[in-house]
């Protein structure tokens, strides 16, 4: 079975400093692993994917996540927050064969303060 | 081109009462889904369908049904509603072999009293 945590429910950053959101994961075959935001009170939006080619992944936003197959982890990173940053990002995990289902995370909320 | 539209998007019912969300999709995929949504547990799936006539069961199926007459439609059930369904509930839909770049609708948030 498959499974991502994420660590930290809250993350509050100021404007202009590195945003670092963590997400680890639990996959018996390899994964590919992506990175939804959710604005409020609107559905969710894929932020950036990877599916087994580079391991560094950009998205949109400035946004990009690296994924570490010895650390087992998918963490998404900004340089550099803006007030519109602030929402719901989820991690999600899927396997690359067979019907993919998508497994979320509980999701980070981040914070960005002026 | 609407994308994923849910119907409705705000309800409130007493428990016992039943009724139906709508999701439509004009992206002609072929996977749709719905999810249910609850402060700190993230999104997990209600049920899928990877085609017309087909339904399957995801995560936490129990209270629910759902059809797909309709490519273009997938409709989510509840027979007779609980308190326990207060939720935010969520459709998205994909291409086949594609299914993890799902688009997702506004969400429908419902509460049972």
């Known amino acids: 079975a498959q499974s991502v945590t994420q660590l930290g429910s809250h993350v509050s950053v100021s404007e202009g400093a590195l945003v670092l959101l963590r997400c680890n994961y639990s996959?018996?075959?390899?994964?590919?692993l992506f990175w939804y935001v959710q604005y409020p009170n609107q559905g969710l939006q894929l932020l950036l994917k990877?599916?087994?080619?580079?391991?560094l992944v950009k998205g949109i936003n400035g946004f990009e996540a690296e994924f570490k197959k010895s650390e087992t982890s998918f963490h998404l990173t900004k340089p550099s927050a803006h007030m519109s940053d602030a929402a719901e990002y989820f991690c999600?995990?899927?396997?690359?064969?067979?019907?993919?289902?998508?497994?979320f995370g509980t999701g980070t909320r981040l914070l960005v303060s002026p | 081109n609407a994308g994923v539209t849910q119907t409705p998007k705000f309800r409130v019912l007493k428990t016992g009462q039943s009724m139906t969300l709508l999701c439509a999709q004009d992206?002609?995929?072929?996977?749709m889904y719905w999810y249910r949504q609850d402060p700190g547990m993230g999104l997990r799936l209600i049920h899928y369908?990877?085609?017309?006539?087909?339904?399957a069961k995801g995560e936490v199926p129990d209270g629910y049904n759902v059809s797909r007459l309709k490519k273009q439609n997938f409709l989510l059930g509840l027979e007779s509603a609980a308190p326990s369904q207060t939720s935010v509930y969520f459709c998205?839909?994909?291409?086949?072999?594609?299914?993890?770049?799902?688009?997702f609708g506004p969400g429908t948030r419902l509460t049972v009293t």
């Open positions: 369908s990877v085609g017309e006539g087909t339904t």
């Open positions: 999600a995990v899927t396997m690359n064969t067979g019907f993919q289902k998508l497994v």
């Open positions: 996959s018996s075959v390899p994964p590919y």
């Open positions: 990877y599916t087994s080619a580079a391991t």
């Open positions: 998205a839909s994909s291409y086949p072999g594609r299914a993890h770049e799902q688009y």
């Open positions: 992206m002609n995929h072929e996977y």
